[in-house]
């Protein structure tokens, strides 16, 4: 539970919020490579912390992420033209680079071009993700080369959906463990839709939570009795401020994770990505996110990367499947967690929240964003700008009660 | 006309309001019984005085009408599983019985249930509704047991439609009896829509409005000059808050009702009930209901209960219809109440109305709604709460211009 | 650049607002004669300087346009029946005449029709126009007689289609003649759709912008230099508040113009009309219209003359046609326009703009128009009300660099 003025504090992130300052001291992942596919196409739309933005890939294959509205009249520039190197104002023909400066005014008999800058972000394009820095430029860090974002192409897989809650709640359900085996479950051995089976150890018992506070957030551990006295045990990270590794499952040697980033006050971005130390991932990791996941033949690219299954339609939920074969009815294990994100509404008033000690992992991961907001005011650095978080994986693995379990653990939550 | 203020405290039906806190001391229909066909089948979402409830049907047959949203943290109940009397969470399977108690937390290795309830209604079920009382339990009054509520199951018949439209309008709507010969009017002899007949008494003039206060509200009388100076006296009960008792037209014995209940601000629901004394009422009220009401195929009970002729298409107005064959060219007698109710906007600005004597039923009606504001605000009962209006009934009847009208019709007001 | 009290000043048009008072000043276009084509026909609603109207054609053929809502108790008397030299409300029968005196209450058996009067303005309907005044009765200026408005009908041709966003970005738009040679570019000989063809005199360069006030606004010139020092130059006229006259292009004796007319703050009617001095207009004006202009089979006048092309779908923007064949990529001359200027948001942030030379005509006219604004709060006539403006048209011609292009130019702006 948060005082209201806490609960405006973590969910605001427009300019000159609180956590609008902390969110702009990190990257952030602003489009799929994917989205720019070649030099001159056409711009993209990209809507990051309350701001409208258009993103562009030059002709030398430099890519702009600048202000959506001209700064000459206003018009937008998602109309633009892309052609040899800068984005250009359909209305008056004024013309900007990746770096925001105007480099020609058709409309003006003499140019005034070089006075004229717009807002631009910087960028940076690897892992499959273009990724950009909102904050101040003196203040810019390390680069966020997450070990997965160095694999090989054929060993990594990301893919986005956007939510319709507010980002805190997309976050929330990610690092909550407890509710991995109740909201997942399958009801029976070959349901019709996927779910975590009967017989997974994440189902035997709702789990005791151990967590340990780190330099670039915390790591922390669902412990699961299983018969026999066994503990399976699984091992998360939270990055801050919205990233997460998880583990995939028993049996794959995987990276999972999440980034859930704030569009605006009312929107997020769920990322999904995917590594794998085994091999190449192509149709496994496509049926994670798919079957399991995110559904992509129902995510609609060409609108805003909006899924099929949303509020007004009920998640379309089935009932019959829902008394008889999964625990929600709703298609798709990441689809279960947006529905019931955004089914508390566009921001959850945590003024009227009961937390027991199940939500250990929650109440913590907000008092690192409330303390993070007060460092940044007072010119402090927040956690999770070092490199020391690059090499971060997640774990799962079952042990004897007599195991000695987390000295066990932690040292496989380090890529080798 | 009425000033800013008082328009206020007569529409607004939120927590702590003045016209919410009279609501909530009264028995409130809200959900058709056929809504909740089955112990253990689907919850559904019910939204009443600005507070958004999901009721559902328990193992044992009970009723609970609980706050949508888990007390833990805020997930939908309405995406629920309701199984052994009580509804769970599928977020992290709480569960709550029909008195809104925690009795189960699967995600909690020691479970603090007891500790936790969540806000609950009480609801009694009788005559084919789901009633709810969301007042203060210690001032909670006898049933709204309406004679017709006991009547035998082939002898009544309720419906109900949403109205996107302030609670007060559709009340003022229906307690005006003088429109009732206008709007409703066919323009000849067969329409191709269904109509007040041009030789139907109603019709023959405008209606000289005769009022008398009771202790349960009001019963009025529209009396129209005939041929021959015969009088034609259509009498009704207005039960406060929101209920009307309406004769039927000549030759039926029946009673017709409404309940305009309010859903929040901006929409109400219109609740539709005939009582017959004849004999089974089966298709002919339904033909009342549709052809002259509701037109049942149009409203969609699987989209809370929205009609198809609404607001943004023009409640299909045919003009030539209406050229031609009735007064609006809307089909359907309570669609055509409700098409110049929501008209008028979500909440009427009546101070720019000018109301005349025949809006006397109407003017008085809010004074009373206003005193019985008053009276709540003062600790002091407000009217209608007594079972006195149980067994009334409206008349409607011809007499001579030598006969004391009033004398003999106000004893037929009564089920004998 | 504006302060935010300015741009709200010029912007907002309601009632009591400086704009809205100044705007009540003038005649303005209301609605098509074609919207009431017969006398006793169906209602309209007009939506003027964010008041709710209704329109309707008596039976002697006389045009009422009054208060959409009935004052007797405010529903909507769009579903009002048109009958007998009046517009009766279906609810309870109330009529008014088009001068909104209310003539008949079928309600009351004793009429106090004659106490009530409704909001009504004046109209005239000529040019394929009914016009309004909306302003103080006792300053009332002359109707605005436009020259083409009286011309015979085969000669002129008048559309119009809802552009949602407020007016003052849409006039900006039209008195732009440095976006012309721009935005509606052509990028090669035989595009796939219509745009200025590259070898006309517009595209050669940026043109030099000359302006001189006059009683009504003002009159400009795009001055465009040639190939061997001749000069292009288009000659316009701004009428105050909203009406433009521009030339239709090389080789017609045409006149073109617009009104830009505030529907609310966020929506205004773009009118546009065209006068033919060389014979019948027909095809040809629809062409203008249509493949260049408004494209009439996409603006859809059963749905208050939206179009097609808007926001919501990227006015259909086609990616490989702006790649080719136009700058744009979307159809239609006046559509682009439209495009750019709903592209900025409902109300363009003037405190954001970076203006140039070349938007002199831009800050002149909105200078003018706050001047207007205070000249109406002092009690003073503002421009554009005497009839000197009926008989302006625009030109265009190619000069020698030795003419005195302007010496000959201005007489040409005045109709014979």
């Known amino acids: 539970m948060l005082t209201r003025e806490e609960n405006e504090r973590l969910?605001?992130?427009?300019?000159?919020?609180?956590?609008?300052?902390?969110?702009?001291?990190?990257?952030?992942?602003?489009?799929?490579?994917?989205e720019l596919p070649e030099p001159d196409g056409p711009p993209v739309r990209v809507r990051l912390l309350g701001e409208d933005l258009v993103a562009f890939r030059a002709t030398n294959g430099d890519i702009g992420l600048i202000d959506e509205y001209c700064p000459h009249r206003r018009a937008s520039l998602w109309l633009g033209r892309n052609e040899d190197n800068g984005l250009r104002c359909v209305y008056h023909g004024w013309k900007f680079d990746v770096k925001g400066q105007c480099i020609d005014q058709m409309n003006e008999p003499r140019s005034f071009a070089?006075?004229?800058?717009?807002?631009?972000?910087?960028?940076?394009?690897?892992?499959?993700?273009?990724?950009?820095?909102?904050?101040?430029?003196?203040?810019?860090?390390?680069?966020?080369?997450?070990?997965?974002t160095q694999a090989p192409e054929e060993r990594r897989y990301v893919s986005k959906v956007l939510q319709e809650s507010n980002w805190l709640q997309a976050l929330e359900g990610g690092i909550d463990t407890s509710h991995f085996s109740i909201l997942h479950r399958a009801l029976k051995k070959n349901p019709s839709e996927e779910g975590i089976p009967l017989?997974?150890?994440?189902v035997k018992s709702a789990p005791k939570l151990e967590l340990d506070k780190t330099s670039y957030g915390y790591r922390y551990f669902g412990i699961r009795q299983q018969e026999?006295?066994?503990?399976?045990?699984?091992?998360?990270?939270?990055?801050?401020?919205?990233?997460?590794?998880?583990?995939?499952?028993?049996?794959?040697?995987?990276?999972?994770?999440?980034?859930?980033?704030p569009?605006?006050?009312?929107?997020?971005?769920?990322w999904n990505f995917y590594r794998s130390y085994e091999g190449p991932i192509g149709s496994e990791a496509e049926a994670v996110?798919?079957?399991?996941?995110?559904?992509?033949?129902?995510?609609?690219?060409?609108?805003?990367?909006?899924?099929?299954?949303?509020?007004?339609?009920?998640?379309l939920?089935?009932?019959?499947?829902?008394?008889?074969?999964?625990?929600?009815?709703?298609?798709?294990?990441?689809?279960?967690?947006?529905?019931?994100?955004?089914?508390?509404?566009?921001?959850?008033?945590?003024?009227?929240?009961?937390?027991?000690?199940?939500?250990?992992?929650?109440?913590i991961a907000r008092r690192?964003?409330?303390?993070?907001?007060?460092?940044?005011?007072?010119?402090?650095?927040?956690?999770?700008?070092?490199?020391?978080?690059?090499?971060?994986?997640?774990?799962?693995?079952?042990?004897?009660?007599?195991?000695?379990?987390?000295?066990?653990?932690?040292?496989?939550m380090q890529v080798d």
Chains 1, 2, 3 share one sequence.
């Open 368 to 412: 690192l964003l409330l303390a993070a907001t007060d460092a940044v005011e007072r010119g402090e650095e927040p956690p999770g700008l070092q490199p020391e978080y690059w090499d971060l994986r997640p774990a799962e693995s079952t042990f004897s009660a007599a195991e000695e379990w987390k000295e066990k653990i932690v040292p496989m």
């Open 114 to 148: 070089h006075k004229i800058r717009t807002t631009s972000y910087l960028t940076v394009e690897f892992g499959g993700i273009i990724w950009t820095y909102m904050g101040p430029p003196e203040l810019m860090p390390a680069e966020p080369k997450f070990e997965w």
């Open 317 to 363: 939920i089935n009932r019959n499947v829902q008394r008889t074969d999964t625990f929600t009815g709703i298609k798709g294990i990441n689809q279960q967690d947006r529905a019931v994100q955004e089914s508390m509404g566009p921001i959850v008033d945590r003024t009227k929240e009961h937390l027991g000690p199940a939500d250990k992992a929650i109440s």
């Open 263 to 270: 569009v605006d006050d009312h929107h997020c971005m769920v």
């Open 228 to 261: 026999g006295n066994d503990l399976y045990v699984r091992a998360y990270h939270f990055i801050m401020p919205f990233t997460q590794l998880r583990p995939p499952g028993p049996g794959k040697d995987h990276v999972h994770g999440h980034f859930w980033v």
């Open 11 to 34: 969910t605001r992130v427009g300019p000159e919020t609180p956590m609008g300052n902390l969110m702009r001291r990190y990257w952030m992942p602003a489009l799929l490579s994917t």
């Open 199 to 202: 017989d997974s150890p994440a």
């Open 289 to 315: 996110d798919g079957g399991g996941g995110n559904d992509p033949e129902h995510i609609d690219a060409e609108n805003n990367f909006l899924s099929l299954r949303r509020a007004h339609n009920d998640w």
